[in-house]
């Protein structure tokens, strides 16, 4: 790691340390911009509390995320990219350069690439968090594969529920749905699809209390308790997948960067270029659809270059302004000089 007291102003700095922004440094540091990233508050992202990735292309017999991430991230190195393990608490998009305030320091830059990936949202029971990556996931088509042949429940009501349910009959035995209330939230096509699956059954009125098991021998049971009685019941399954949204990181950009109406960023298709000038995005902070560790990297990929291009374009703008200046000076003085 660099010395945190070092330069406070870059060409470019990178927020967030997934697969999005590791590939943008990666491929900024070969353009030779010398990115920063600020790996924020869960360095890695989502891919650290991934136990086996075995969907990301160059890998046969899997990977773990956490190794995946340090990989990424001494490839970037290698390159001459920079990494500081703090968290960005304020941006100021106003003017350039931009200026970045972390927990640990205040940097400016010319231009940005956010990274900052979104957050599944939570039951905020601590059994949940114990067993993250051990049999309770956030992403079917992530781990699907792990639960052929068992009996899964998947928590939520909405259109990212019932698509995480109708995914997971590829694997499962069977799966059912757990929600707190009497009928779906999802879109009319998809309760229809997800009421007519013969693998996919209902729990109603139900909240999950507790998911039951270890990290040794994973999942067993969840514990659900009926939202109008309270009474409580077991539920066996083998896995726990919560479907109750996403929310990406995108709070300090608010009133700053054009968002959708949930906040996730949107961007000028199909580049990375934001509403502002010199501000780009990728990964999961502009992608609410696909959310895959591939696809992240290939929108880094894709804001590495359009910055790349969009600073030299600045650059050379700069240079010819200067030049321009320098002629038109020159010839006042030619001008002025005595004959």
């Known amino acids: 790691m660099d010395d945190a007291q070092g330069d406070r102003h870059h060409r470019l700095i990178i927020l967030g340390s997934g697969p999005a922004g590791l590939t943008a440094a990666l491929y900024a540091a070969r353009a030779n911009l010398a990115p920063l990233v600020l790996e924020g508050t869960q360095p890695g992202g989502q891919l650290t509390i991934t136990t ?32 500081r393990f703090e968290t960005v608490t304020r941006a100021d998009l106003r003017q350039r350069p931009f200026t970045i305030e972390s927990d640990a320091a205040t940097y400016t830059c010319d231009a940005l690439i956010v990274a900052t990936g979104a957050s599944a949202k939570q039951l905020g029971i601590a059994s949940e968090e114990h067993l993250l990556g051990y049999g309770v996931s956030a992403c079917a088509t992530c781990d699907g594969f792990f639960f052929r042949g068992k009996e899964v429940a998947v928590i939520g009501g ?36 997800a009421l007519a699956h013969d693998r996919i059954a209902f729990r109603w009125h139900s909240a999950v209390r507790e998911v039951v098991g270890t990290r ?20 066996p399954v083998q896995g726990v997948f919560v479907a109750i949204g996403h929310q990406p990181n995108t709070q300090i950009f608010q009133n700053q960067l054009a968002m959708n109406s949930v906040g996730y960023i949107e961007v000028r298709e199909p580049t990375s270029y934001t509403s502002v000038e010199g501000v780009f ?16 990297a290939g929108t880094g990929c894709r ?37």
């Not at 995005?281 to 992240?296: E, L, N, W």
């Open 52 to 83: 086996d990735v075995e969907n990301y292309p160059g890998f046969p017999r899997g990977i773990m995320g956490p190794e995946l991430v340090d990989l990424m991230r001494e490839q970037a190195r290698r390159f001459g990219a920079k990494s």
């Open 158 to 193: 909405g259109d990212t529920a019932i698509e995480e349910a109708l995914f997971l009959t590829k694997f499962a035995t069977k799966v059912t749905v757990i929600h707190r209330r009497g009928e779906l939230r999802a879109s009319k096509i998809m309760q229809e699809r």
């Open 216 to 235: 040794e021998g994973g999942v067993t049971d969840a514990r659900l308790v009926d939202t109008r009685t309270g009474e409580e019941s077991l539920l």
């Open 281 to 296: 995005a990728a990964g999961d902070v502009m992608d609410p659809h696909y959310r895959q560790a591939v696809t992240a």
């Open 303 to 339: 804001a590495a270059i359009d910055a790349e291009r969009w600073l030299e374009a600045q650059e050379s703008a700069l240079g010819k302004g200067a030049a321009v200046h320098a002629a038109v000076a020159a010839s006042a003085g030619a001008e002025g000089a005595p004959g």
